[in-house]
């Protein structure tokens, strides 16, 4: 424990209280830990300690063939696995040179949106709960029930999805599928404004998180925030929009930015709100794609052994929680020679304790909530 | 009551038997009563109805497998916790470790003397009734540091400093709120402020004068926080401090702090209820003692669980304020509105030293207003929350 200098009367000093926020504490979200030094409630310190959830998925990747791989990064966010599945699909299309079909294409984009639909309702949902609101976590995982039922009809699994294939996706959308997207998605827009009259407009939650735990542009680009924590400070970048993939050039949506139109820009209250602008903004992505959802095959030819010639390529998506990318070198064999994950969860976890100093312990929490860090995506 | 067992004793019932160690049976009898047949179902049914409603606010279902719609669920979870081991860990302070739950308990059970559940209904009206319960209802403070002391824990410790610096903080609005009351009443007796009011609402302190209305919401928000009710339930918040300065209890003596909070809901809303809502006071509808005193309860019971209804929708609904906006609340707005309550009342009465009925009346529509601007909101964010999801959550 650190001993401060006495400062007024002699003999009189004060100690830090060390705390070990986690691994086992329900607002870290999964196995995080902080260890927190405290002067009563002020932190002066809060070091985050990674690892507890560490499953060697980029080690696996070399033991595993191409097409074997894909359900490993299913785990790799499990609360987006639908990203980490395109991600890996298309550094491994961009090896070989396989060409997806424009069917899959649009298959992958509804699929991943939909994903995005129910992460972020993750977020904002425990994000609510974190600050102390119940009844919004609630409401959000009902929603995000109905996604999971849906995803259940589109490739029979509710989490680890393990729908995209090399090559394209491997199951095609049904017609009644469609429908029933359509149904959930007139259902769900409303919601959003229920939530937003129960939770995001609430004057203690407004209290709570307006100017707290502000990051700068010039912290966030120091510090390679990336994805809805990076656009909370003003920055609009979108990986969708800035190194286009996929069907996305194609498809019109507006990519929401933080203003801070009620504390400062890039706190707590910001980085909630673009979430919430995601969600309405990814309803908007699902419903073109329903619309231009052509015709064909859902999936490419190709070859059960899957062999890409050697070389080495990063691709890039844009998932919930910020640019994920895939480093992926191929050796010319059945497996790939090296898989590197990067994820915007790590990155958010490193500037947590330039943001905790002086702030108290629950801003913490919110705080944390907030950058949205994710443990599976931390760890890998 | 007393007067009763003095007629007992007069009757030669206890023939050789000094007066006192009579009254003092009497009053354990007394207290086994109230704790068996009245606190302890109370508390148990509250806890079972605010799982129930909560469930039903989150379009989930809740606790309905015990009993018919679950309503044994308290006793089902009090017998599960009997039967658990009770952990004191090592590093604890035992005694105090020990000592903690029954002193909040104790801090809790002590007002049911003073809550008047009828005109006869009362174990004893004391003539400093509404002090004595201010009184008691801090000793839970000290019984809740004492846990988070003992625990050796440091979110333990965390949260039992919350507690303190909360509780003892809110004590200041809450017993201004309610001096502005005993200014009117003339009384500190629960039964005297009670016949101080009348059976129609506006003969009810709460619409009295402006102030008292005010006073009113300044008492409700007090002992919301006194009771360590959400928004103000930052002892305990769960995603701060995990549990708070319950964390390193079990069995039995973890529900002891839970039964006090259940409990004291039911004391929160019957004080409101007495001081501001008339208490008892039913219209002059039958002469028949007992029917009037069944009428009393039920009206008092009503009238009581009407504002543990809302602690439960307000837990429902608001998030939770961090600890200094917890204190500038306090400090900066409640403590000055609760004098401004207080000397508006005292110039009130100086000025209508009878009372005003005509105004009275005048507040009574205003307060049927703002309920009515209330509903319209509730109304609109039902339609707006299109209820028919809640019975087909799942299209």
């Known amino acids: ?380 | 009551m007393q007067a009763y067992i003095d007629q007992l004793i007069q009757n030669g019932y206890f023939a050789g038997m000094p007066k006192e160690v009579v009254y003092a049976i009497a009053m354990v009898l007394a207290a086994f009563i109230v704790l068996s047949v009245f606190v302890a179902p109370l508390a148990g049914v509250t806890s079972w109805l605010e799982r129930r409603v909560w469930a039903r606010m989150q379009s989930r279902v809740g606790p309905n497998r015990v009993g018919p719609q679950g309503i044994l669920q308290w006793l089902a979870d009090g017998i599960k916790n009997l039967l658990k081991e009770d952990l004191i860990p090592s590093a604890a302070d035992a005694k105090l470790f020990s000592l903690a739950p029954y002193v909040v308990f104790m801090g809790f059970l002590c007002t049911f003397v003073v809550i008047p559940f009828g005109g006869t209904l009362i174990v004893a009206d004391l003539n400093i009734g509404i002090l004595y319960i201010l009184a008691v209802t801090s000793v839970v403070v000290v019984g809740i540091l004492m846990a988070g002391w003992a625990s050796n824990n440091k979110w333990s410790l965390l949260g039992g400093m919350r507690s303190a610096a909360q509780i003892v903080s809110y004590e200041i609005p809450a017993g201004l709120a309610v001096l502005t009351i005993v200014f009117l009443a003339g009384t500190l007796s629960m039964q005297g402020i009670i016949q101080a009011q009348g059976w129609a609402p506006w003969d009810w302190f709460l619409f009295s004068n402006p102030f008292t209305f005010a006073a009113f919401f300044l008492y409700f928000t007090a002992a919301l926080a006194e009771g360590n009710r959400t928004p103000f339930d930052i002892p305990e918040a769960e995603s701060e401090l995990v549990a708070g300065y319950v964390t390193e209890y079990s069995g039995m003596r973890f529900l002891f702090f839970f039964f006090a909070e259940w409990g004291n809901l039911y004391v929160i809303g019957a004080v409101a209820a007495t001081l501001f809502l008339g208490g008892w006071q039913v219209p002059p509808v039958t002469s028949d003692p007992i029917l009037l005193g069944a009428l009393q309860f039920v009206v008092f019971f009503l009238k009581a669980y009407l504002w543990v209804f809302i602690a439960m929708w307000v837990r429902a609904t608001l998030p939770r304020v961090r600890v200094d906006q917890l204190m500038a609340l306090c400090w900066k707005y409640m403590v000055p509105l609760s004098f401004v309550c207080l000397l508006g009342t005292v110039s009130w009465m100086l000025a209508f030293p009878k009372g005003n009925q005509f105004f009275s009346i005048v507040m009574f529509v205003f307060g049927l207003l703002v309920l009515g601007y209330f509903f319209t909101r509730v109304l609109f964010q039902l339609r707006h929350a299109r209820p028919e999801l809640y019975f087909k959550p799942h299209i």
């Open chain 1, 1 to 380: 424990m650190d001993q401060t200098a006495p400062i007024e009367s002699p003999g009189f000093y004060t100690e830090d209280m060390t705390i070990s926020v986690g691994p086992q504490h329900p607002s870290t979200h999964g196995v995080l830990r902080f260890v927190v030094k405290t002067d009563g409630e002020v932190i002066n310190e809060a070091i985050p300690d990674v690892g507890y959830l560490h499953r060697s998925i980029e080690k696996i990747g070399e033991k595993v063939t191409w097409h074997g791989y894909v359900p490993y990064t299913d785990r790799a966010d499990y609360l987006a696995a639908m990203f980490a599945n395109q991600g890996f699909c298309m550094a491994a299309e961009k090896l070989a040179g396989v060409e997806v079909t424009r069917r899959g294409e649009f298959c992958r984009a509804i699929a991943c949106e939909l994903n995005r639909v129910a992460s972020h309702l993750i977020s904002v949902g425990t994000f609510g709960q974190d600050i102390g609101a119940m009844t919004p976590f609630v409401h959000a995982l009902r929603e995000r029930e109905t996604i999971n039922n849906l995803m259940e009809e589109i490739c029979g699994a509710r989490l680890t999805y393990n729908y995209l294939r090399i090559g394209g996706v491997g199951y095609d959308i049904l017609p009644e599928t469609c429908t029933r997207i359509t149904e959930f998605l007139d259902h769900f827009e409303p919601i959003v404004d229920e939530f937003n009259r129960l939770l995001s407009n609430n004057k203690i939650f407004i209290q709570r998180l307006a100017g707290v735990a502000v990051v700068t542009k010039e912290d966030a680009l120091s510090y390679n925030l990336v994805g809805p924590n990076l656009r909370a400070c003003g920055i609009k970048w979108d990986i969708r929009r800035d190194i286009p993939y996929s069907v996305y050039p194609e498809l019109e949506f507006e990519i929401p930015v933080g203003t801070g139109q009620i504390g400062t820009l890039g706190d707590s209250y910001d980085r909630y709100w673009v979430r919430i602008c995601e969600l309405q903004e990814s309803c908007k992505i699902v419903r073109q794609c329903l619309k231009m959802l052509p015709k064909g095959p859902a999936i490419a030819k190709v070859p059960r052994k899957f062999k890409p010639p050697a070389g080495e390529c990063y691709v890039r998506v844009e998932a919930p929680r910020g640019d994920m990318g895939f480093y992926v070198v191929s050796d010319g064999s059945e497996y790939p020679y090296r898989v590197r994950i990067r994820t915007g969860s790590y990155t958010a976890m490193s500037i947590i304790d330039k943001l905790s100093k002086g702030i108290m312990l629950a801003d913490l929490i919110a705080l944390i909530g907030s950058l949205d860090v994710d443990a599976p995506e931390i760890d890998r």
